[in-house]
Each structure stands twice: as structure tokens, then as C-alpha cells.
């Protein structure tokens, strides 16, 4: 008999779709995606792959509150319907308004449930002593914590909200691999005798990116003369200014082929966050081959950056400067052999690998 499992989103992310096809594969899982949300100002997908597991939409009184975020009101009498309804056997949801009802459901509808989050202490450093209380009595009651990494482990760790490591299960964001991974053979090429060096922001302009940090650093380094030329491409759109500044080109926001192609042409993908929790464009980078600069506030740096760039303080457009000039001083040869273990990274993070860890959170006693 199949176990039914209900996933908790917002919305429907298209990046997670085949993520989720992946776990419907399993022939023992039936999946329901329950959202409730609808996308915030900065996200502006308009493809979305076809999905293959059920979905159901709730209704809640949504509120627009910033560029970032909105605030939801739950339905709990629709939520309550869909529970009887349904049955689920496991509901895998996040510590929001939704998954905290969903948790003290839990004992009436007699499911289980798993947590999916991506928090670091960084990303939490500013909550409210009311949000810790709750959620300290949300983490009490999980069976199960799904996690990308490191940072949100020793997140969890630093709060007390998990005794028992056989509760992890780790899960990295994963990307459609086919669309973006380079071979070791285009890797090599890409890095052959280059004399111009391709940086790559992608992201919200948005202060919490770092965004206005890279481009102070990157007005300072107009006044120096390194081995090679340069160009930073933007790829994204938000509130800060597009300053004009010498090799700084906007592209504005992208999808599809087009932003796919930026990752792909480029050779150093730099990420200087305020606080971030697990961003999608660092597996976009190593799986296009890029060299990766990321500050440490950057939620899977420790995943993701083994030999293949370098990490920086966060906050400071001097430690991003430092980077920048440490890795334009480097040779053709050192960057290709860089850049490939990137891509060595990249082939063990994918949808196969982390639906198999959301299949043994769903199977654990």
C-alpha cells in the first residue's frame, strides 16, 4: 500500500518540480505538493515543468509585506477538509504558520512529520524571542529534519532543537543537471589561454545579496592593473541602484537558454551575502564549471566550495577586493584545474540523490 505524503510549499517552484517527480517515481509514495502561497515580488518564473505528482491549493488571506516576502493567514478549516480528505500518513513542511497547524494537528490526524528547512544561525540571528518559543514547540514534535547542509545541522545543533543525529536526513537543492553541466572537455576549454575573465553575479539586487558591497569593490579595482582583463555580468533585477561603473555590465532579469548560457560562458561566479540560507545559483555555478567566490554567509558554502574558490568575510567590500585580486593573479592552468572540481562537486548533487534522502525520511520509523 502506498504511503501518502503531503509536501508543505508556498508555491510551486519550477526548480523543484523534477525533484519531486523523482520522489513520486517511488513506487510506494503517493505525493501531494499542498501550497498556499503566491510568488513574491522578486521571483518572476514564468516556466514551469510539468508535474507528475498531485497538487492541491489552498486559500489563506495573503498579504503583501516587501520585495520579499509575503504573510499568510491560514484557512484552517480548509486546511482541517483536506486532512480528512486526505489521510496523510507524512506531512514534510518548514516551521511557518501553515507547517506550526499542520504540527499540532498532528496528534488528531495521527500522521507524522518531517521538517524541511534551510535556516542557518545567520539567516536567524534577528528572530523574535515569541518566533524562537514556537519554534522550539514546532522542532519538539518533528519525526524527521531534512536539511541541504552543514550550516542549518549546526543550526539546529546551537538551539537544542534536535538530540538525536539519526533524525537527519541531508538534502541539497538540486537543478535540472542536463540543462547546465559542462563536461571536463568543455571545462578545459572554456579555461584555455583565457585573457579575459568573465565574473557573474546573479541574484535580487537586493541588500541582503551583498549585491552593493561587489559593486564598491568593483569600482575600486578599476585603479589597478592585473594579467587579465575583466567584466562582472549582472544577472537579476531588484531595489538598488545600477550604478555605472567600469566593466559592469546589466543584464536585467534572465530565464531560460539566455541565463543559462551567462552560467555556462562564464568563469567566476561571486555571491558576497549578508545572510543567505541555500542559494540556487551556487549548484547552477559548479555545474556550469564556474570558480566560485561566495562570503560566509553564503548557507551551503561548506558543500559546495572543496578546492574550487575561495570563501570571504561577509559585509566587507574589502574582503570581497581581496578575493577578487588573490584569484586574478592565479594562472590559466591553475583555474582550469579549479574549475574542474567544480563540476567533480556537481555530479553527486542531484534530483536522484536527494529524492533518495527524502524517501528514507519518509520510510523511517
Not at 4 to 21: E, G, S, T
Not at 26 to 33: H, K, T
Not at 74 to 97: G, H
Not at 148 to 171: D, Q, V
Amino acid at each position: 500500500m502506498k504511503k501518502k505524503v503531503v509536501i508543505l510549499q508556498p508555491y510551486i517552484a519550477p526548480y523543484r518540480v523534477n525533484l519531486f517527480n523523482e520522489i513520486n517515481n517511488f513506487d510506494d509514495i503517493d505525493l501531494y505538493l499542498l501550497y498556499f502561497n503566491k510568488t513574491e515580488e522578486r521571483r518572476k518564473w514564468n516556466n514551469t515543468p510539468i508535474c507528475k505528482f498531485k497538487q492541491v491549493q489552498l486559500h489563506p488571506v495573503i498579504f503583501h509585506f516587501n520585495y520579499e516576502k509575503n504573510i499568510t493567514i491560514p484557512n484552517i478549516a480548509e486546511l482541517v477538509r483536506f486532512l480528512i480528505k486526505i489521510k496523510p500518513d507524512m506531512i514534510i513542511c518548514s516551521p511557518n504558520i501553515e507547517g506550526m497547524v499542520l504540527c499540532y494537528l498532528k496528534n488528531i490526524f495521527k500522521y507524522r512529520i518531517a521538517s524541511w528547512m534551510e535556516s542557518t544561525n545567520i539567516t536567524e540571528k534577528n528572530i523574535s524571542l515569541i518566533k524562537k518559543y514556537l519554534r522550539y514547540n514546532f522542532f519538539k514534535n518533528i519525526n524527521h529534519f531534512i536539511i541541504p547542509g552543514k550550516k542549518t545541522e549546526e543550526y539546529l545543533n546551537s538551539n537544542k532543537y534536535i538530540k538525536n543525529r539519526e533524525k537527519l536526513y541531508f538534502a541539497p537543492n538540486t537543478i535540472d543537471q542536463e540543462k547546465y553541466l559542462l563536461t571536463e572537455n568543455e571545462v578545459k576549454n572554456k579555461f584555455e589561454n583565457i585573457k579575459h575573465l568573465r565574473f557573474l553575479f546573479s541574484g535580487s539586487l537586493i541588500e541582503r545579496k551583498g549585491f552593493h558591497l561587489l559593486q564598491k569593490a568593483f569600482q575600486d579595482l578599476s585603479g589597478y592593473s592585473f594579467p587579465y582583463t575583466y567584466e562582472l555580468n549582472v544577472a537579476g533585477s531588484g531595489n538598488l541602484p545600477e550604478y555605472q561603473i567600469q566593466h559592469v555590465n546589466y543584464k536585467g532579469f534572465l530565464q531560460g537558454d539566455e541565463y543559462r548560457e551567462l552560467f555556462k560562458s562564464s568563469h567566476v561566479f561571486v555571491l558576497p551575502s549578508l545572510r543567505d540560507c541555500n542559494p540556487l545559483t551556487v549548484v547552477e555555478a559548479i555545474n556550469a564549471g564556474n570558480i566560485l567566490l561566495l562570503s560566509d554567509a553564503v548557507g551551503n558554502y561548506p558543500e559546495f566550495v572543496k578546492g574550487n574558490g575561495f570563501v570571504f568575510k561577509s559585509n566587507s567590500k574589502n574582503a570581497i577586493k581581496d578575493s577578487l585580486f588573490k584569484l586574478m593573479n592565479l594562472n590559466n592552468e591553475v583555474f582550469k584545474e579549479i574549475a574542474l572540481k567544480s563540476i567533480s562537486i556537481a555530479n553527486n548533487i542531484n534530483h536522484k540523490n536527494s529524492a533518495l534522502s527524502f524517501y528514507q525520511a519518509m520510510m523511517s520509523k
